[in-house]
């Protein structure tokens, strides 16, 4: 009988969900994160536009180490810039994965 209760234990749901509203301060919580994630993909724009002066400025000068590392921050940057603006979408998409998880 004690194998059972454990499983049990394990198998135990406890009824949490998130819920809109629960505590004081979320929507000024919510400002704050979009503030930030505007900070962010302006930040994202402005290495891109830095990256690419680098790897323009390495590949009209014949530096490969510049042009090489343009590049890479102009991947770099793009793909903050890909996950910013998805941010909600991909965070959304794991809760609800997570939701079916039983």
């Known amino acids: 009988m004690l ?3 454990a ?3 394990l198998a135990y749901d406890p009824g949490i ?3 809109d509203g629960g505590l004081p301060g979320l929507s ?3 400002q704050v ?3 930030l994630n505007l900070f962010g993909i302006i930040a994202a724009v402005g290495a891109l536009a830095a990256s690419a002066g680098v790897w323009a400025w390495g590949n009209h ?3 490969h180490q510049a042009e090489a590392n343009g590049k890479k ?3 770099v940057s793009a793909g903050a ?3 910013l603006g998805a941010a909600n979408g991909v965070v959304a998409f794991f809760s609800a994965l997570g939701t079916q998880v039983h």
Do not use: C, R
């Open 7 to 9: 499983v049990t234990q």
């Open 3 to 5: 194998l059972a209760d």
């Open 73 to 75: 921050g102009v991947m």
């Open 28 to 30: 000024v919580l919510k």
């Open 17 to 19: 969900t998130p819920s």
């Open 81 to 83: 810039a890909l996950l």
């Open 61 to 63: 000068t014949g530096g």
């Open 33 to 35: 994160m979009g503030s």
